[in-house]
């Protein structure tokens, strides 16, 4: 059964669902899901995102490693937690770049999708995570015999969630918090509906359906966008401040990083629907959330001033001005002059060269990949 299926089934046994299910469904249902059948990034594939544009994104992300690995004074093991891994195009491109911390490393990709994780053993080499992160004590201590031993690293392993035991080290989250399941809302006349999913009675197709929202739900939607006018409709975006809570408290200290599109909830109470709420397919821009369950990537701008009710991020920058802070300028000029003494030649190094540059320029374009922010929260 497809994700239409599946819809139209929860549908005729409980009458219109909340948006958020219906999310939950298109992009996540087991054997019917846009990413539970293998929709995903890359240049063939749905969407592109920076780890996938090349190899820059990621030797940016080693030289961050290494600072904070330093900052946290250079612990061994060193956990990093790549959330919505993939197929592991960040992790391949970080260990390619062979940063300092390398040795100590302990790079855990957590993805939900079980296609996604059949796939990483293409790009990187996968341990069971006992291994990679050995026995744990009664205490969160290791044990003695753990089979993991200092400067024998990197190591990684694939999970299909985070992990259940605390830690110390980094949690990076590229793109996707943006697709996380959310409630839609919108303002009526007399205060706030909710945006329901339901079938038509003549087509069979999906359609629309408002409800009023729940009165804890409307209290929300008042504080995070009070002057919405009528018509106007928001995400409260649940989903991503439980995931932002449940990464804090397992961080015994360390960093959380996130990278997405980010705006405040007034911002997009500010703009039309289809600004801040896409789809993709192929490439390209999809159709309507609603159209083609499981087909289409469906994506929602991240709301800050709803992570910030958690906790306030201790950075909130541009991506470009992130990859300069952690030496993308550096790589940039080392390309550049590798562009110069090969380019008559056309060598491979030149040619890798020339990339590089190009790289460079789409990942801090402001109109593309440089609309990014880095997120991050500093623990411990």
């Not at 190899?55 to 961050?64: D, K, N, Q, S, T």
Request: aromatic share 6%; charged share 25%.
């Amino acid at each position: 059964m497809g994700a239409m299926g599946v819809v139209q089934g929860r549908v005729r046994r409980l009458g219109p669902i909340s948006f958020e299910d219906y999310l939950d469904i298109a992009l996540y249902e087991p054997e019917a899901g846009f990413y539970s059948t293998g929709g995903g990034a890359g240049r063939h594939g749905d969407f592109l995102t920076s780890p996938e544009l090349g190899p820059l994104f990621g030797a940016v992300i080693g030289r961050a490693l290494d600072a904070w690995w330093s900052e946290l004074g250079e612990p061994d093991p060193f956990v990093v937690v790549e959330a919505a891994a993939g197929e592991g195009s960040l992790a391949a491109a970080v260990l390619a770049a062979a940063p300092r911390c390398a040795p100590a490393l302990r790079y855990l990709l957590v993805e939900r999708s079980e296609r996604m994780r059949q796939r990483q053993p293409a790009r990187v080499a996968l341990e069971p995570s006992s291994v990679v992160l050995g026995p744990r004590g009664d205490e969160g201590e290791d044990d003695e015999d753990s089979s993991t031993a200092a400067g024998d690293g990197p190591r990684l392993a694939s999970l299909d969630d985070l992990p259940a035991a605390p830690f110390s080290g980094v949690v990076l989250a590229n793109e996707l918090l943006d697709n996380l399941p959310f409630t839609l809302l919108e303002r009526s006349t007399g205060g706030w509906d909710e945006v329901r999913v339901g079938e038509s009675t003549g087509s069979g197709g999906l359609v629309e359906f408002l409800a009023p929202a729940p009165t804890t739900l409307a209290s929300l939607a008042a504080e995070l966008a009070p002057d919405a006018d009528p018509g106007v409709r928001i995400p409260v975006q649940r989903r991503a401040a439980e995931w932002l809570r449940k990464v804090l408290r397992l961080l015994r200290g360390g960093r959380v990083v996130v990278v997405d599109y980010v705006a405040t909830t007034a911002e997009l109470a500010s703009r039309p629907q289809g600004e801040w709420l896409r789809t993709y397919r192929s490439g390209g821009p999809g159709g309507h959330p609603l159209d083609t369950p499981g087909a289409q990537d469906i994506t929602c701008e991240v709301c800050v001033d709803q992570l910030s009710r958690v906790r306030v991020p201790t950075s909130n920058r541009p991506q470009a001005e992130f990859l300069v802070a952690h030496g993308l300028a550096q790589l940039v000029d080392e390309a550049k002059d590798a562009w110069l003494r090969g380019a008559a030649g056309g060598g491979l190094e030149a040619l890798r060269a020339r990339s590089r540059i190009d790289e460079a320029a789409a990942l801090t374009d402001p109109s593309g990949l440089g609309a990014f922010r880095v997120l991050e929260w500093v623990t411990g």
